[in-house]
């Protein structure tokens, strides 16, 4: 079955000779990245080699939370959930966003003391997250049958609708003055005495000042092209949807074996709380080293595997010139089949939290592939060794509903204005320069 669908974005007809930044990649951060800087008055070409939207950007679960973020995100976040509640407004579009808040649930004294702990980073900021229990907990969870000792509850974390929010954000850009060009990967860099120079596409060359590589789970490889070492592999999340169901939970619930959030048109997506795959391929063995602080920490929610995946990435090329066919040509949108083993267990475990679900139907089922770090923080930053190339990705599974505040940082980065946050975090340098590189849930 075809992954979700998106509402179309056509593309613009005429690729320009120049523009002052090219953004590569129409997820949620490329196009939040080429709305900003139209908006501050830049010429901005966005370069999708797929459709908009068409890879993670669509296929997450649709959460726009701030809750159990890794704290050295709680700043962008807390910005994203500002822009989030005008992003309607300002993108003319609906996103589907709504604060409807989100509940992490804890079936233990242990897991009630470790949400209890990271809810203390939100003191500083004066953003509401406490522990729930018992009637309280009930009343945000309508017929729920399981038996749980509480519940981090934080009011302000919403929802929105994955298949409408990067196209509502690629149009409005467009209305800012992007030129916004679907169907187009971007080959490679053009570099003189240094730096960035323009972008190779597959329609022609584009000078610019400034490129902006957005391009989720196929940034490494990319990067990789230019000489620019990313440490970066693909995890895999399988989602599902189902038909409207009436007196469920308004709020998103993460339970361990499911996570459900509630859509637009009254059904809920549905996904594993716990289980991500993860394929064997070439770069897992020469990305080991950096990822095994991971590894450590993240086993238990990893399930590997060896699959097609592994020849498919060995016979990919790493390194080509401008002139020849890329893989972003060959493969123009990530649509990796979803997993029915874990569809039928996370769906299972949530008719049996909420018996209400019992009469609802699996409509459509979907996979997709997350972009993720070492650390599990993204890469917003320009490249110190390689002036005008500029990187936003691996977001680790949290890139939806902190996309519009990444623009906005990576906005700053390019323009060189105040940083709407401090930087620093998200820095590349921090996997060559001998930074400690660490995951930090919080608790």
């Known amino acids: 079955m075809p992954g979700p669908q998106l509402t179309p974005v056509s593309s613009d007809l005429q690729l320009p000779d120049r523009a002052?930044?090219?953004v590569i990649g129409g997820g949620i951060v490329g196009t939040s990245t080429a709305l900003e800087l139209a908006e501050r008055g830049l010429s901005v070409l966005l370069c999708e080699k797929g459709v908009i939207g068409g890879e993670q950007s669509s296929r997450n679960w649709g959460w726009v939370r701030l809750s159990m973020r890794d704290p050295r995100e709680i700043p962008l976040m807390i910005e994203a959930l500002r822009l989030w509640e005008g992003l309607d407004v300002r993108t003319g579009r609906k996103t589907g966003y709504r604060r409807a808040g989100i509940l992490f649930t804890a079936d233990s004294e242990k897991t009630y003391a470790e949400h209890a702990r990271w809810a203390e980073h939100l003191t500083p900021y004066q953003v509401e997250s406490k522990m729930v229990s018992g009637a309280d907990l009930d009343a945000l969870l309508p017929g729920?049958?399981?038996d749980l000792k509480g519940a981090l509850y934080t009011p302000r974390d919403g929802r929105?609708?994955?298949q409408w929010a990067a196209p509502a954000v690629a149009e409005a850009a467009r209305e800012a003055g992007a030129v916004v060009m679907?169907?187009?990967?971007v080959r490679s860099l053009d570099v003189a005495a240094g730096r960035v120079t323009g972008v190779v596409t597959e329609k022609g060359r584009v000078g610019c000042d400034a490129v902006v590589l957005a391009g989720g789970a196929w940034s490494r490889l990319f990067a990789?092209?230019?000489?620019v070492q990313l440490p970066q592999l693909k995890v895999l999340n399988t989602v599902m949807r189902t038909s409207p169901v009436e007196g469920g939970p308004e709020a998103s619930v993460w339970a361990g074996g499911f996570a459900l959030r509630k859509r637009a048109d009254g059904g809920y997506t549905v996904a594993s709380g716990t289980e991500n795959t993860v394929d064997f391929v070439p770069d897992s063995f020469r990305l080991a080293r950096a990822f095994l602080p991971a590894l450590f920490h993240e086993w238990s929610s990893l399930k590997f595997r060896l699959s097609g995946r592994?020849?498919?990435e060995a016979r990919q090329p790493r390194h080509w010139r401008p002139e020849d066919i890329t893989p972003f040509e060959t493969c123009r949108i990530l649509d990796p089949t979803p997993s029915e083993r874990v569809l039928r267990q996370c769906w299972g475990e949530a008719q049996q939290a909420f018996p209400i679900l019992q009469g609802a139907e699996r409509l459509q089922s979907w996979s997709g592939m997350i972009d993720v770090t070492p650390d599990a923080v993204p890469v917003i930053s320009g490249v110190e060794d390689l002036p005008g190339l500029h990187i936003a990705t691996g977001f680790s599974g949290h890139g939806f509903g902190i996309g519009p505040a990444a623009g906005r940082l990576m906005a700053d980065l390019v323009t060189g204005s105040?940083?709407?946050?401090d930087p620093q975090a998200f820095r590349l340098s921090r996997f060559s320069?001998?930074?400690r590189v660490y995951l930090d849930k919080g608790f």
């Open 418 to 421: 105040a940083p709407v946050v």
């Open 20 to 22: 002052d930044v090219v």
């Open 310 to 312: 592994w020849s498919e």
């Open 144 to 146: 729920h049958r399981m």
């Open 182 to 185: 679907t169907g187009c990967a």
């Open 433 to 435: 320069d001998g930074s």
């Open 224 to 227: 990789g092209n230019s000489g």
């Open 160 to 162: 929105a609708e994955p």
